[in-house]
């Protein structure tokens, strides 16, 4: 084992130590800590200012104006942030929520509790506002922490984790400042993907790029999600203005998010001046309209670069479709399982498309932009997921707990199930 890879162990060692003295504190003090890092990012508000405008001047000709959109910190950001925060620590305690209970036999009761995961290792491009989301999302929910954000926020990064870990070990002395690892790397990152032992899920915000490379080089499941190609369908009894304002939010309101409309699917009998006046109201709010293989031949705009593609920038493709079936069957096939939106006074057209449409987030009449932890009341999130298993769409506290079996007996034992009479009587929770 080479000196970085023990490292990188003891870093993922330390942290399920902090974490396991962090859940045996009652919930009281969880909350403190997260209170107390709130206060914090607004107290901080300049430093932290000063450290990103430095990131940004760095950043600034070197990276995408997505990504460089994705690190800009402002004044309104950071209080959304200590907003979100201390959201999360309203919320109802996580840990050892019971979840079912039994008598399995007449003095033996089997209880199903929530209980956290254990270890996270969370790796983000380009984004320092989802350093202290991620953080206050594990303590809240008594995970350890290992965190490696992009080069790019290397000095927001560092002041953020400063005054989390701070905070930790001010309201906690117990748990100490290990609880939460900030990984400044590349290598260290390839030395922790190998610790399928002590880190229990990776959660990588990124490129496409990144979330492949981290799922071809770890054995330590992967939750995420590499692509955001979110659709609106405009149906044919939508209500125009709505289309027009729904459309002009998903891709205007910020361009560069992953919950961002990329593709406007649009029924074939609004042909004509209905679909003028989108296409006009987008290219009045400064997007750039691209063309599927009918729309630019009907419509005559450029084509767009594939029919599966994600901008992250202030461009959209636009498409006809000549059914809601055609509308699902599209998104099933160039989609990423994202959020995807139709826009109907059609009920029974809408809840068939919320019924059938096979995404984390499926929509009727709101912008697809509402796809996110904060909007959805979850405080913050870790990441939206695509994937099946275990958390789909944000994924905030909820998303960080397992469950235990917790079983309370009086003396039984088994003896070939002869030595026991099960009952299996399903019991009250509380």
């Not at 206060?39 to 460089?68: F, H, P, Y």
């Not at 959109?69 to 004044?75: A, D, I």
């Not at 190998?194 to 080089?217: F, T």
């Amino acid at each position: 084992m080479t000196d970085h890879e023990q490292s990188a162990r003891d870093m993922a060692v330390k942290a399920r130590q902090a974490s396991r003295q962090l859940q045996v504190l009652p919930t009281e003090a969880r909350v403190a800590i997260l209170n107390r890092i709130a206060d914090s990012i607004e107290a901080q508000e300049a430093q932290i200012m000063a450290e990103n405008v430095q990131d940004v001047e760095a950043a600034t000709g070197r990276i995408s104006d997505a990504l460089l959109q994705r690190l800009v910190l402002k004044p309104s950001k950071l209080k959304l942030l200590a907003d979100g925060i201390r959201a999360i620590a309203k919320q109802e305690e996580p840990i050892g929520r019971p979840l079912s209970k039994m008598e399995v036999a007449d003095g033996l009761v089997l209880e199903k509790v929530t209980s956290p995961i254990g270890v996270l290792l969370i790796i983000f491009e380009a984004r320092p506002d989802a350093l202290p989301q991620i953080a206050s999302l594990a303590i809240r929910s008594g995970n350890g922490l290992l965190l490696k954000g992009g080069k790019e926020a290397v000095r927001s990064n560092a002041i953020l984790h400063r005054l989390i870990v701070a905070a930790v070990a001010e309201v906690a002395p117990s748990v100490g400042c290990d609880l939460i690892g900030l990984v400044t790397s590349r290598e260290a990152v390839d030395d922790l993907l190998k610790l399928h032992d002590v880190i229990d899920l990776v959660i990588p915000r990124g490129s496409n790029s990144l979330v492949s490379y981290i799922q071809q080089h770890t054995k330590i499941p992967v939750l995420g999600h590499a692509d955001g190609i979110c659709h609106i369908y405009v149906d044919s009894a939508a209500d125009l203005d709505k289309a027009v304002r729904i459309c002009v939010d998903a891709k205007v309101d910020y361009p560069a998010a992953c919950n961002a409309v990329e593709k406007v699917l649009v029924h074939e009998s609004l042909a004509g001046e209905k679909l003028d006046t989108l296409l006009k109201a987008l290219q009045g709010a400064g997007v750039a309209v691209h063309g599927g293989e009918r729309a630019a031949a009907v419509l005559g705009l450029p084509a767009a670069p594939a029919p599966r593609h994600e901008y992250s920038s202030m461009d959209v493709t636009l498409e006809l479709v000549p059914s809601l079936d055609a509308a699902v069957d599209h998104i099933h096939k160039y989609g990423s399982g994202h959020t995807e939106c139709i826009i109907t006074e059609d009920k029974q057209a809408a809840e068939e498309f919320l019924r059938r449409v096979d995404s984390a987030c499926v929509f009727h009449n709101a912008s697809t932009r509402f796809a996110d932890g904060y909007r959805f009341g979850l405080g913050a999130e870790v990441g939206i997921s695509t994937a099946r298993i275990h958390a789909r769409g944000p994924v905030g506290v909820e998303g960080l707990l397992t469950t235990r079996w917790l079983m309370r007996g009086t003396g039984q034992t088994v003896e070939k199930d002869k030595g026991v009479a099960y009952t299996h009587k399903p019991l009250p929770l509380h």
